[in-house]
C-alpha cells in the first residue's frame, strides 16, 4: 500500500464541502462541515457507507489543527482495520440482508 494519503486542506472544508475515500480495507466519509466542526465516520467494504456497518466514528475542529487531526485519527484507524482479517463474504451478504429486510 502506498504510504501517500490525501487529504484536501482546510478551504475545501470551509466552503461547505465532504470528502470520502478509502485506505485498505478502511472506507471513510467525512461529512460536510456543520456547526464549526467535521464528522469522520469509518466501516470496511465492500458496501458503500448506506449498507454498511459503520465501525466508527470522530468530530473534528474546522480548522488546520482540526484537518491534522483527522488526518492522524483515519491513518490510524486504517492501520487497525488493515491488521484484521477482511469480512467474509457471508458476513457482509447476511449484514445486507438484514438492513433490506428493514433491520439495523
Excluded at 504510504?3 to 478509502?22: A, I, K
Aim: a negative charge; one cysteine or more.
Amino acid at each position: 500500500m502506498s504510504d501517500e494519503f490525501y487529504m484536501p486542506g482546510l478551504s475545501h472544508f470551509e466552503n461547505d464541502n465532504g470528502w470520502s475515500g478509502s485506505r485498505g480495507l478502511l472506507c471513510y466519509e467525512i461529512e460536510k462541515p456543520q456547526e464549526g466542526r467535521m464528522r469522520a465516520v469509518t466501516w470496511q467494504g465492500p458496501f458503500c457507507r448506506d449498507y454498511a456497518v459503520e465501525d466508527a466514528e470522530a468530530f473534528f475542529a474546522l480548522s488546520e489543527e482540526g484537518v491534522a487531526a483527522m488526518t492522524a485519527w483515519l491513518l490510524q484507524e486504517a492501520e487497525e482495520m488493515n491488521a484484521h482479517p477482511k469480512r467474509t463474504p457471508e458476513e457482509c451478504r447476511a449484514h445486507y440482508e438484514k438492513l433490506s429486510r428493514g433491520g439495523t
